[in-house]
């Protein structure tokens, strides 16, 4: 492994199309971070283009990668996330400690799940890691997710988990303060306590958000004002390291252009404050060639930490039974997040449904029924073609004009002519008819 300096990027704001044209305005910019999975690197987005022009760094963030997981990292997956650090120029990649699906059976979260932190998932996620590096262009960053549940049987703290990731993958650390406040009110894990216990001197940048208390649940959405709680932990970082940059991430409800410039100078204000003990340093980077560090076979590994994650995943996106150890009513209050991410993502995806329906709350009631009966197991582009033919299978609207509304829809995006009478007679009563006759 080499030693790379930590790339100095200042105060700057997630990119997104919806607020393209207020981050050209903000005052005082350094930097944006866009999400991966939506820019294409031969087609990247005039705003982009701009602020890149202007000497702004832009640093791409995966959503999808599951580093967490017990498979191994898709290398299909790593080439996408390797093209666009290239195509935007980007200093680092980042990604998230977590798993976001299962192999078998095929199922999607659409989120971020906790990693247990245990031996066994350290080992799979540290050979995952590993493997990353190797593929990527430039150095990874991986951030800490936000929790509304906990694993029974930890054998590790989070600062001991990290820790010991850096120290056997040089990986560098995107620390997520409005994550660490949601897991103090969700899982009573002291946010001191683990800044403490973090090796701050691998810190690459931080991430600072809003969120909302909900029956005594942190919800970490992204879609509100930044709470001074969260700018109080930033508060405790700054107090221990001087970090390289400082990210205001939102992804929904966006406030006018004027809010989100006086967020970003709240966060500069923090940033003002009691200067650090320590500071950000150079730390190894793993680069191609350099070769795997020794390792232990991991196969068994990964079958363990495999069973645990479908299990748990299957109990929150497909009903089956809650796993033993785990806390049934925040498995309940997580299934029912990812059912409304699947909804709200999904509108977003294919706002011509809910015109199709009848408006907003015919719209979710449809949905609600699908999901309670469909999985998503191939992302949201796909979750929205499976939700439009199971309306034509087994949903159809009432109102002929709707029905035709839905079919010419599905003939647009589906790539091929809507299921007909016979097919939908077939998929609705062939089960039914085949365990009747088993």
Not at 15 to 30: K, N, Q, Y
Not at 187 to 198: F, I, N, P, S, Y
Not at 254 to 268: G, K, T, W
Request: with cysteine; hydrophobic share 45%; glycine share 10%.
């Amino acid at each position: 492994m080499s030693e790379e300096p930590v790339a100095r990027l200042g105060v700057g704001i997630g990119w997104r199309p919806e607020i393209a044209e207020a981050v050209e305005r903000l005052p005082g910019l350094d930097w944006v971070e866009v999400v991966a999975e939506n820019v294409c690197p031969g087609h990247l987005p005039e705003s982009l283009l701009r602020l890149r022009a202007r000497g702004v760094t832009v640093v791409p963030h995966g959503v999808g990668l599951g580093l967490g997981g017990a498979d191994r990292p898709d290398p299909d997956r790593l080439a996408a996330l390797g093209e666009r650090a290239l195509a935007l120029g980007a200093p680092l990649v980042t990604e998230h400690i977590a798993f976001v699906r299962s192999s078998s059976p095929a199922l999607e979260a659409g989120h971020l799940l906790p990693v247990p932190r245990t031996r066994d998932a350290l080992d799979v996620l540290c050979e995952n890691v590993r493997i990353a590096q190797e593929s990527l262009p430039v150095p990874l960053a991986l951030e800490n997710i936000a929790a509304l549940l906990g694993w029974p049987g930890e054998e590790l703290t989070e600062g001991q988990f990290l820790s010991e990731l850096v120290e056997r993958t040089g990986v560098r650390l995107l620390v997520d303060v409005a994550n660490l406040h949601t897991n103090q009110v969700n899982r009573g894990e002291d946010a001191a306590k683990v800044l403490d216990a973090l090796p701050l001197e691998a810190l690459a940048y931080v991430h600072v958000a809003g969120g909302v208390l909900r029956d005594g649940v942190w919800h970490d959405t992204h879609a509100h004002p930044v709470p001074e709680a969260v700018l109080g932990v930033l508060a405790a970082l700054r107090e221990r390291v001087d970090p390289p940059g400082v990210l205001l991430e939102r992804d929904d409800d966006f406030p006018p252009e004027a809010e989100l410039s006086a967020e970003l100078d709240a966060v500069r204000g923090v940033l003002d404050g009691p200067g650090p003990r320590r500071a950000a340093t150079a730390v190894p980077v793993r680069r191609a060639g350099d070769g795997p560090e020794p390792a232990a076979d991991t196969a068994a590994a990964r079958g363990r930490v495999g069973v645990a994650q479908t299990a748990l995943l299957s109990a929150l996106v497909a009903g089956t039974p809650v796993p033993e150890g785990f806390d049934r009513r925040r498995v309940a209050v997580q299934a029912r997040a990812l059912t409304a991410k699947r909804a709200a993502v999904v509108r977003r995806l294919a706002p011509e449904l809910v015109g199709i329906l009848g408006g907003g709350e015919a719209y979710r009631t449809a949905f609600l029924r699908y999901a309670r009966h469909r999985p998503m197991t191939a992302g949201y582009r796909r979750d929205a073609l499976d939700f439009a033919e199971h309306l034509l299978v087994r949903d159809l609207p009432e109102d002929p004009a709707a029905r035709r509304r839905l079919t010419r829809w599905w003939r647009e995006r589906g790539g091929g002519p809507a299921p007909g009478v016979l097919a939908r007679w077939v998929r609705r009563f062939g089960p039914v008819l085949g365990r009747a006759a088993a």
